[in-house]
């Protein structure tokens, strides 16, 4: 039985190749978002040139991620921080990692509560972390108000809406189903994807934010332009192959201007966000247009981490003269080291194409992560001092608890994790969410073993008398 599933399988699969194929998706018109190619290496230079000659990367002088950063560290502040930070500038880049967010949302939120978040001079996150992003950005500053009839979940009731962005975000982590982030495509599945294009559409989540986006926040992010900050999110360019930064505050510091169209500006908000975690095939791409480029003939985005797990590449460069002084913060929504590969918690014992090929991809993505990592404290030394939070033990105090053991309402999050999927949760787990939002609360507090995974401060060097 199964060998003529897969025969039909292929068979549909190969009619589909041109019978299903779809047409691109409109970009909305107006957007005209700034934008940046990221620049891994000098090898990127010929993306470079190859998105410029297609209208797409700026003008020579900011051709490329690390001029960006370099404009916008000199960038001088119109307007006072609301906290001012006596030992350099700080740096927050937010990773990828699905519903692993939930992780970065609660350490947040704890931290918020114990010391503090400081004022990011610049904000980058990708696929999670860009959806994290905003409310980090804002973490000092008042909420967006709004209606709150979006909030449901096991944080219902135990977060206050509308009393800070962080604990807005960790409302926005906690769903009372996979329903209320993804919505099916004709019943789901392999078919539906081969017919739609995706197996999910992301409809809730952009209902979601659009009840969160609001046009105070949006504001807000435009006013902390102006005092001297950014931020950025990364998407990925299915056309040229090429990973974008995508300034949000410069878009949102157009709704400060007289007669701006507040609606139009939260829509291409909204679509850069959508862009940079829209995984294929669960869910379908993004057309985005880039200033100075045709809404006509806009390209398809995806999920920034098919390019970069974090990014800052190359910020070194875009920071010369300015490498002194400051703290970078790396979250990781995720694990940093590849886990075992098992099944049900034993070892695997038989396996097919499709299970080693996914497990070969998990791999993948894995590796990709830990290098742009690498790359993020590779810079973070080089500024002076790297803070560092993943889901793990390593780098934590003695007898840390491993985060797969952490207890919730009487069941660990291994535990959720399995019931969740034994109710059918296939992407998103509500559960495992919670769990993964109170073991984040605990590490920001201090407990579960401690917050950072590595706490590295780069010694001043001293010349010798």
Known sequence: MRTWISVWTTILAAACLGACSLPRPAARAGCDFAATPIRVS???????????????????????????????????????????????DRYLILSGGSQHGAFGAGLFYAMAQHGGIPEYKIVTGVSTGALQSTFLFLANQETGGGTYGWVDGPMAGVVTPGQSNPGDLVLAYSIASEGDLLKPTGGGGLLAALRHGSTDTFAPLRARLEAAITPKLLREVGEQYLAGRSLFIGVGN??????????????????????????LIKGCYIDALLASSS???????????????????ADLFVDGGTRDGVFVQDALAGLEGRAEGGRVTVIVNGALYQAPWLEKGERVRKWSAVTLGLRAVDMLENQVYRFSVAQAEQFGVAKGGLLMAYIGTEGLAPGAEPPGAHLFRGKSCDAWSQQDSAAGAQQFHPNYMACLIDYGEQRGAGGAGGVWNHDIARPLMVAAP
């Open 42 to 88: 000098e090898i990127d230079a010929h993306a470079i040139a190859t998105a410029r000659s297609r209208g797409l990367a700026p003008e020579p002088a900011q051709d490329d991620f690390a001029a960006a950063m370099r404009a916008a560290v000199q960038r001088r502040p119109q307007t006072p921080l609301l906290t001012a930070q006596p030992d350099g």
């Open 238 to 263: 299915v056309d040229d192959g090429t990973g974008y930064a995508i300034d949000l505050t410069r878009l949102a510091q157009r709704t400060l201007s007289p007669g701006a169209d507040v609606t």
């Open 279 to 297: 995984v294929p095939p669960g869910v379908p791409p993004v057309s985005l247009q880039f200033a100075g480029t045709d809404p006509a003939a």
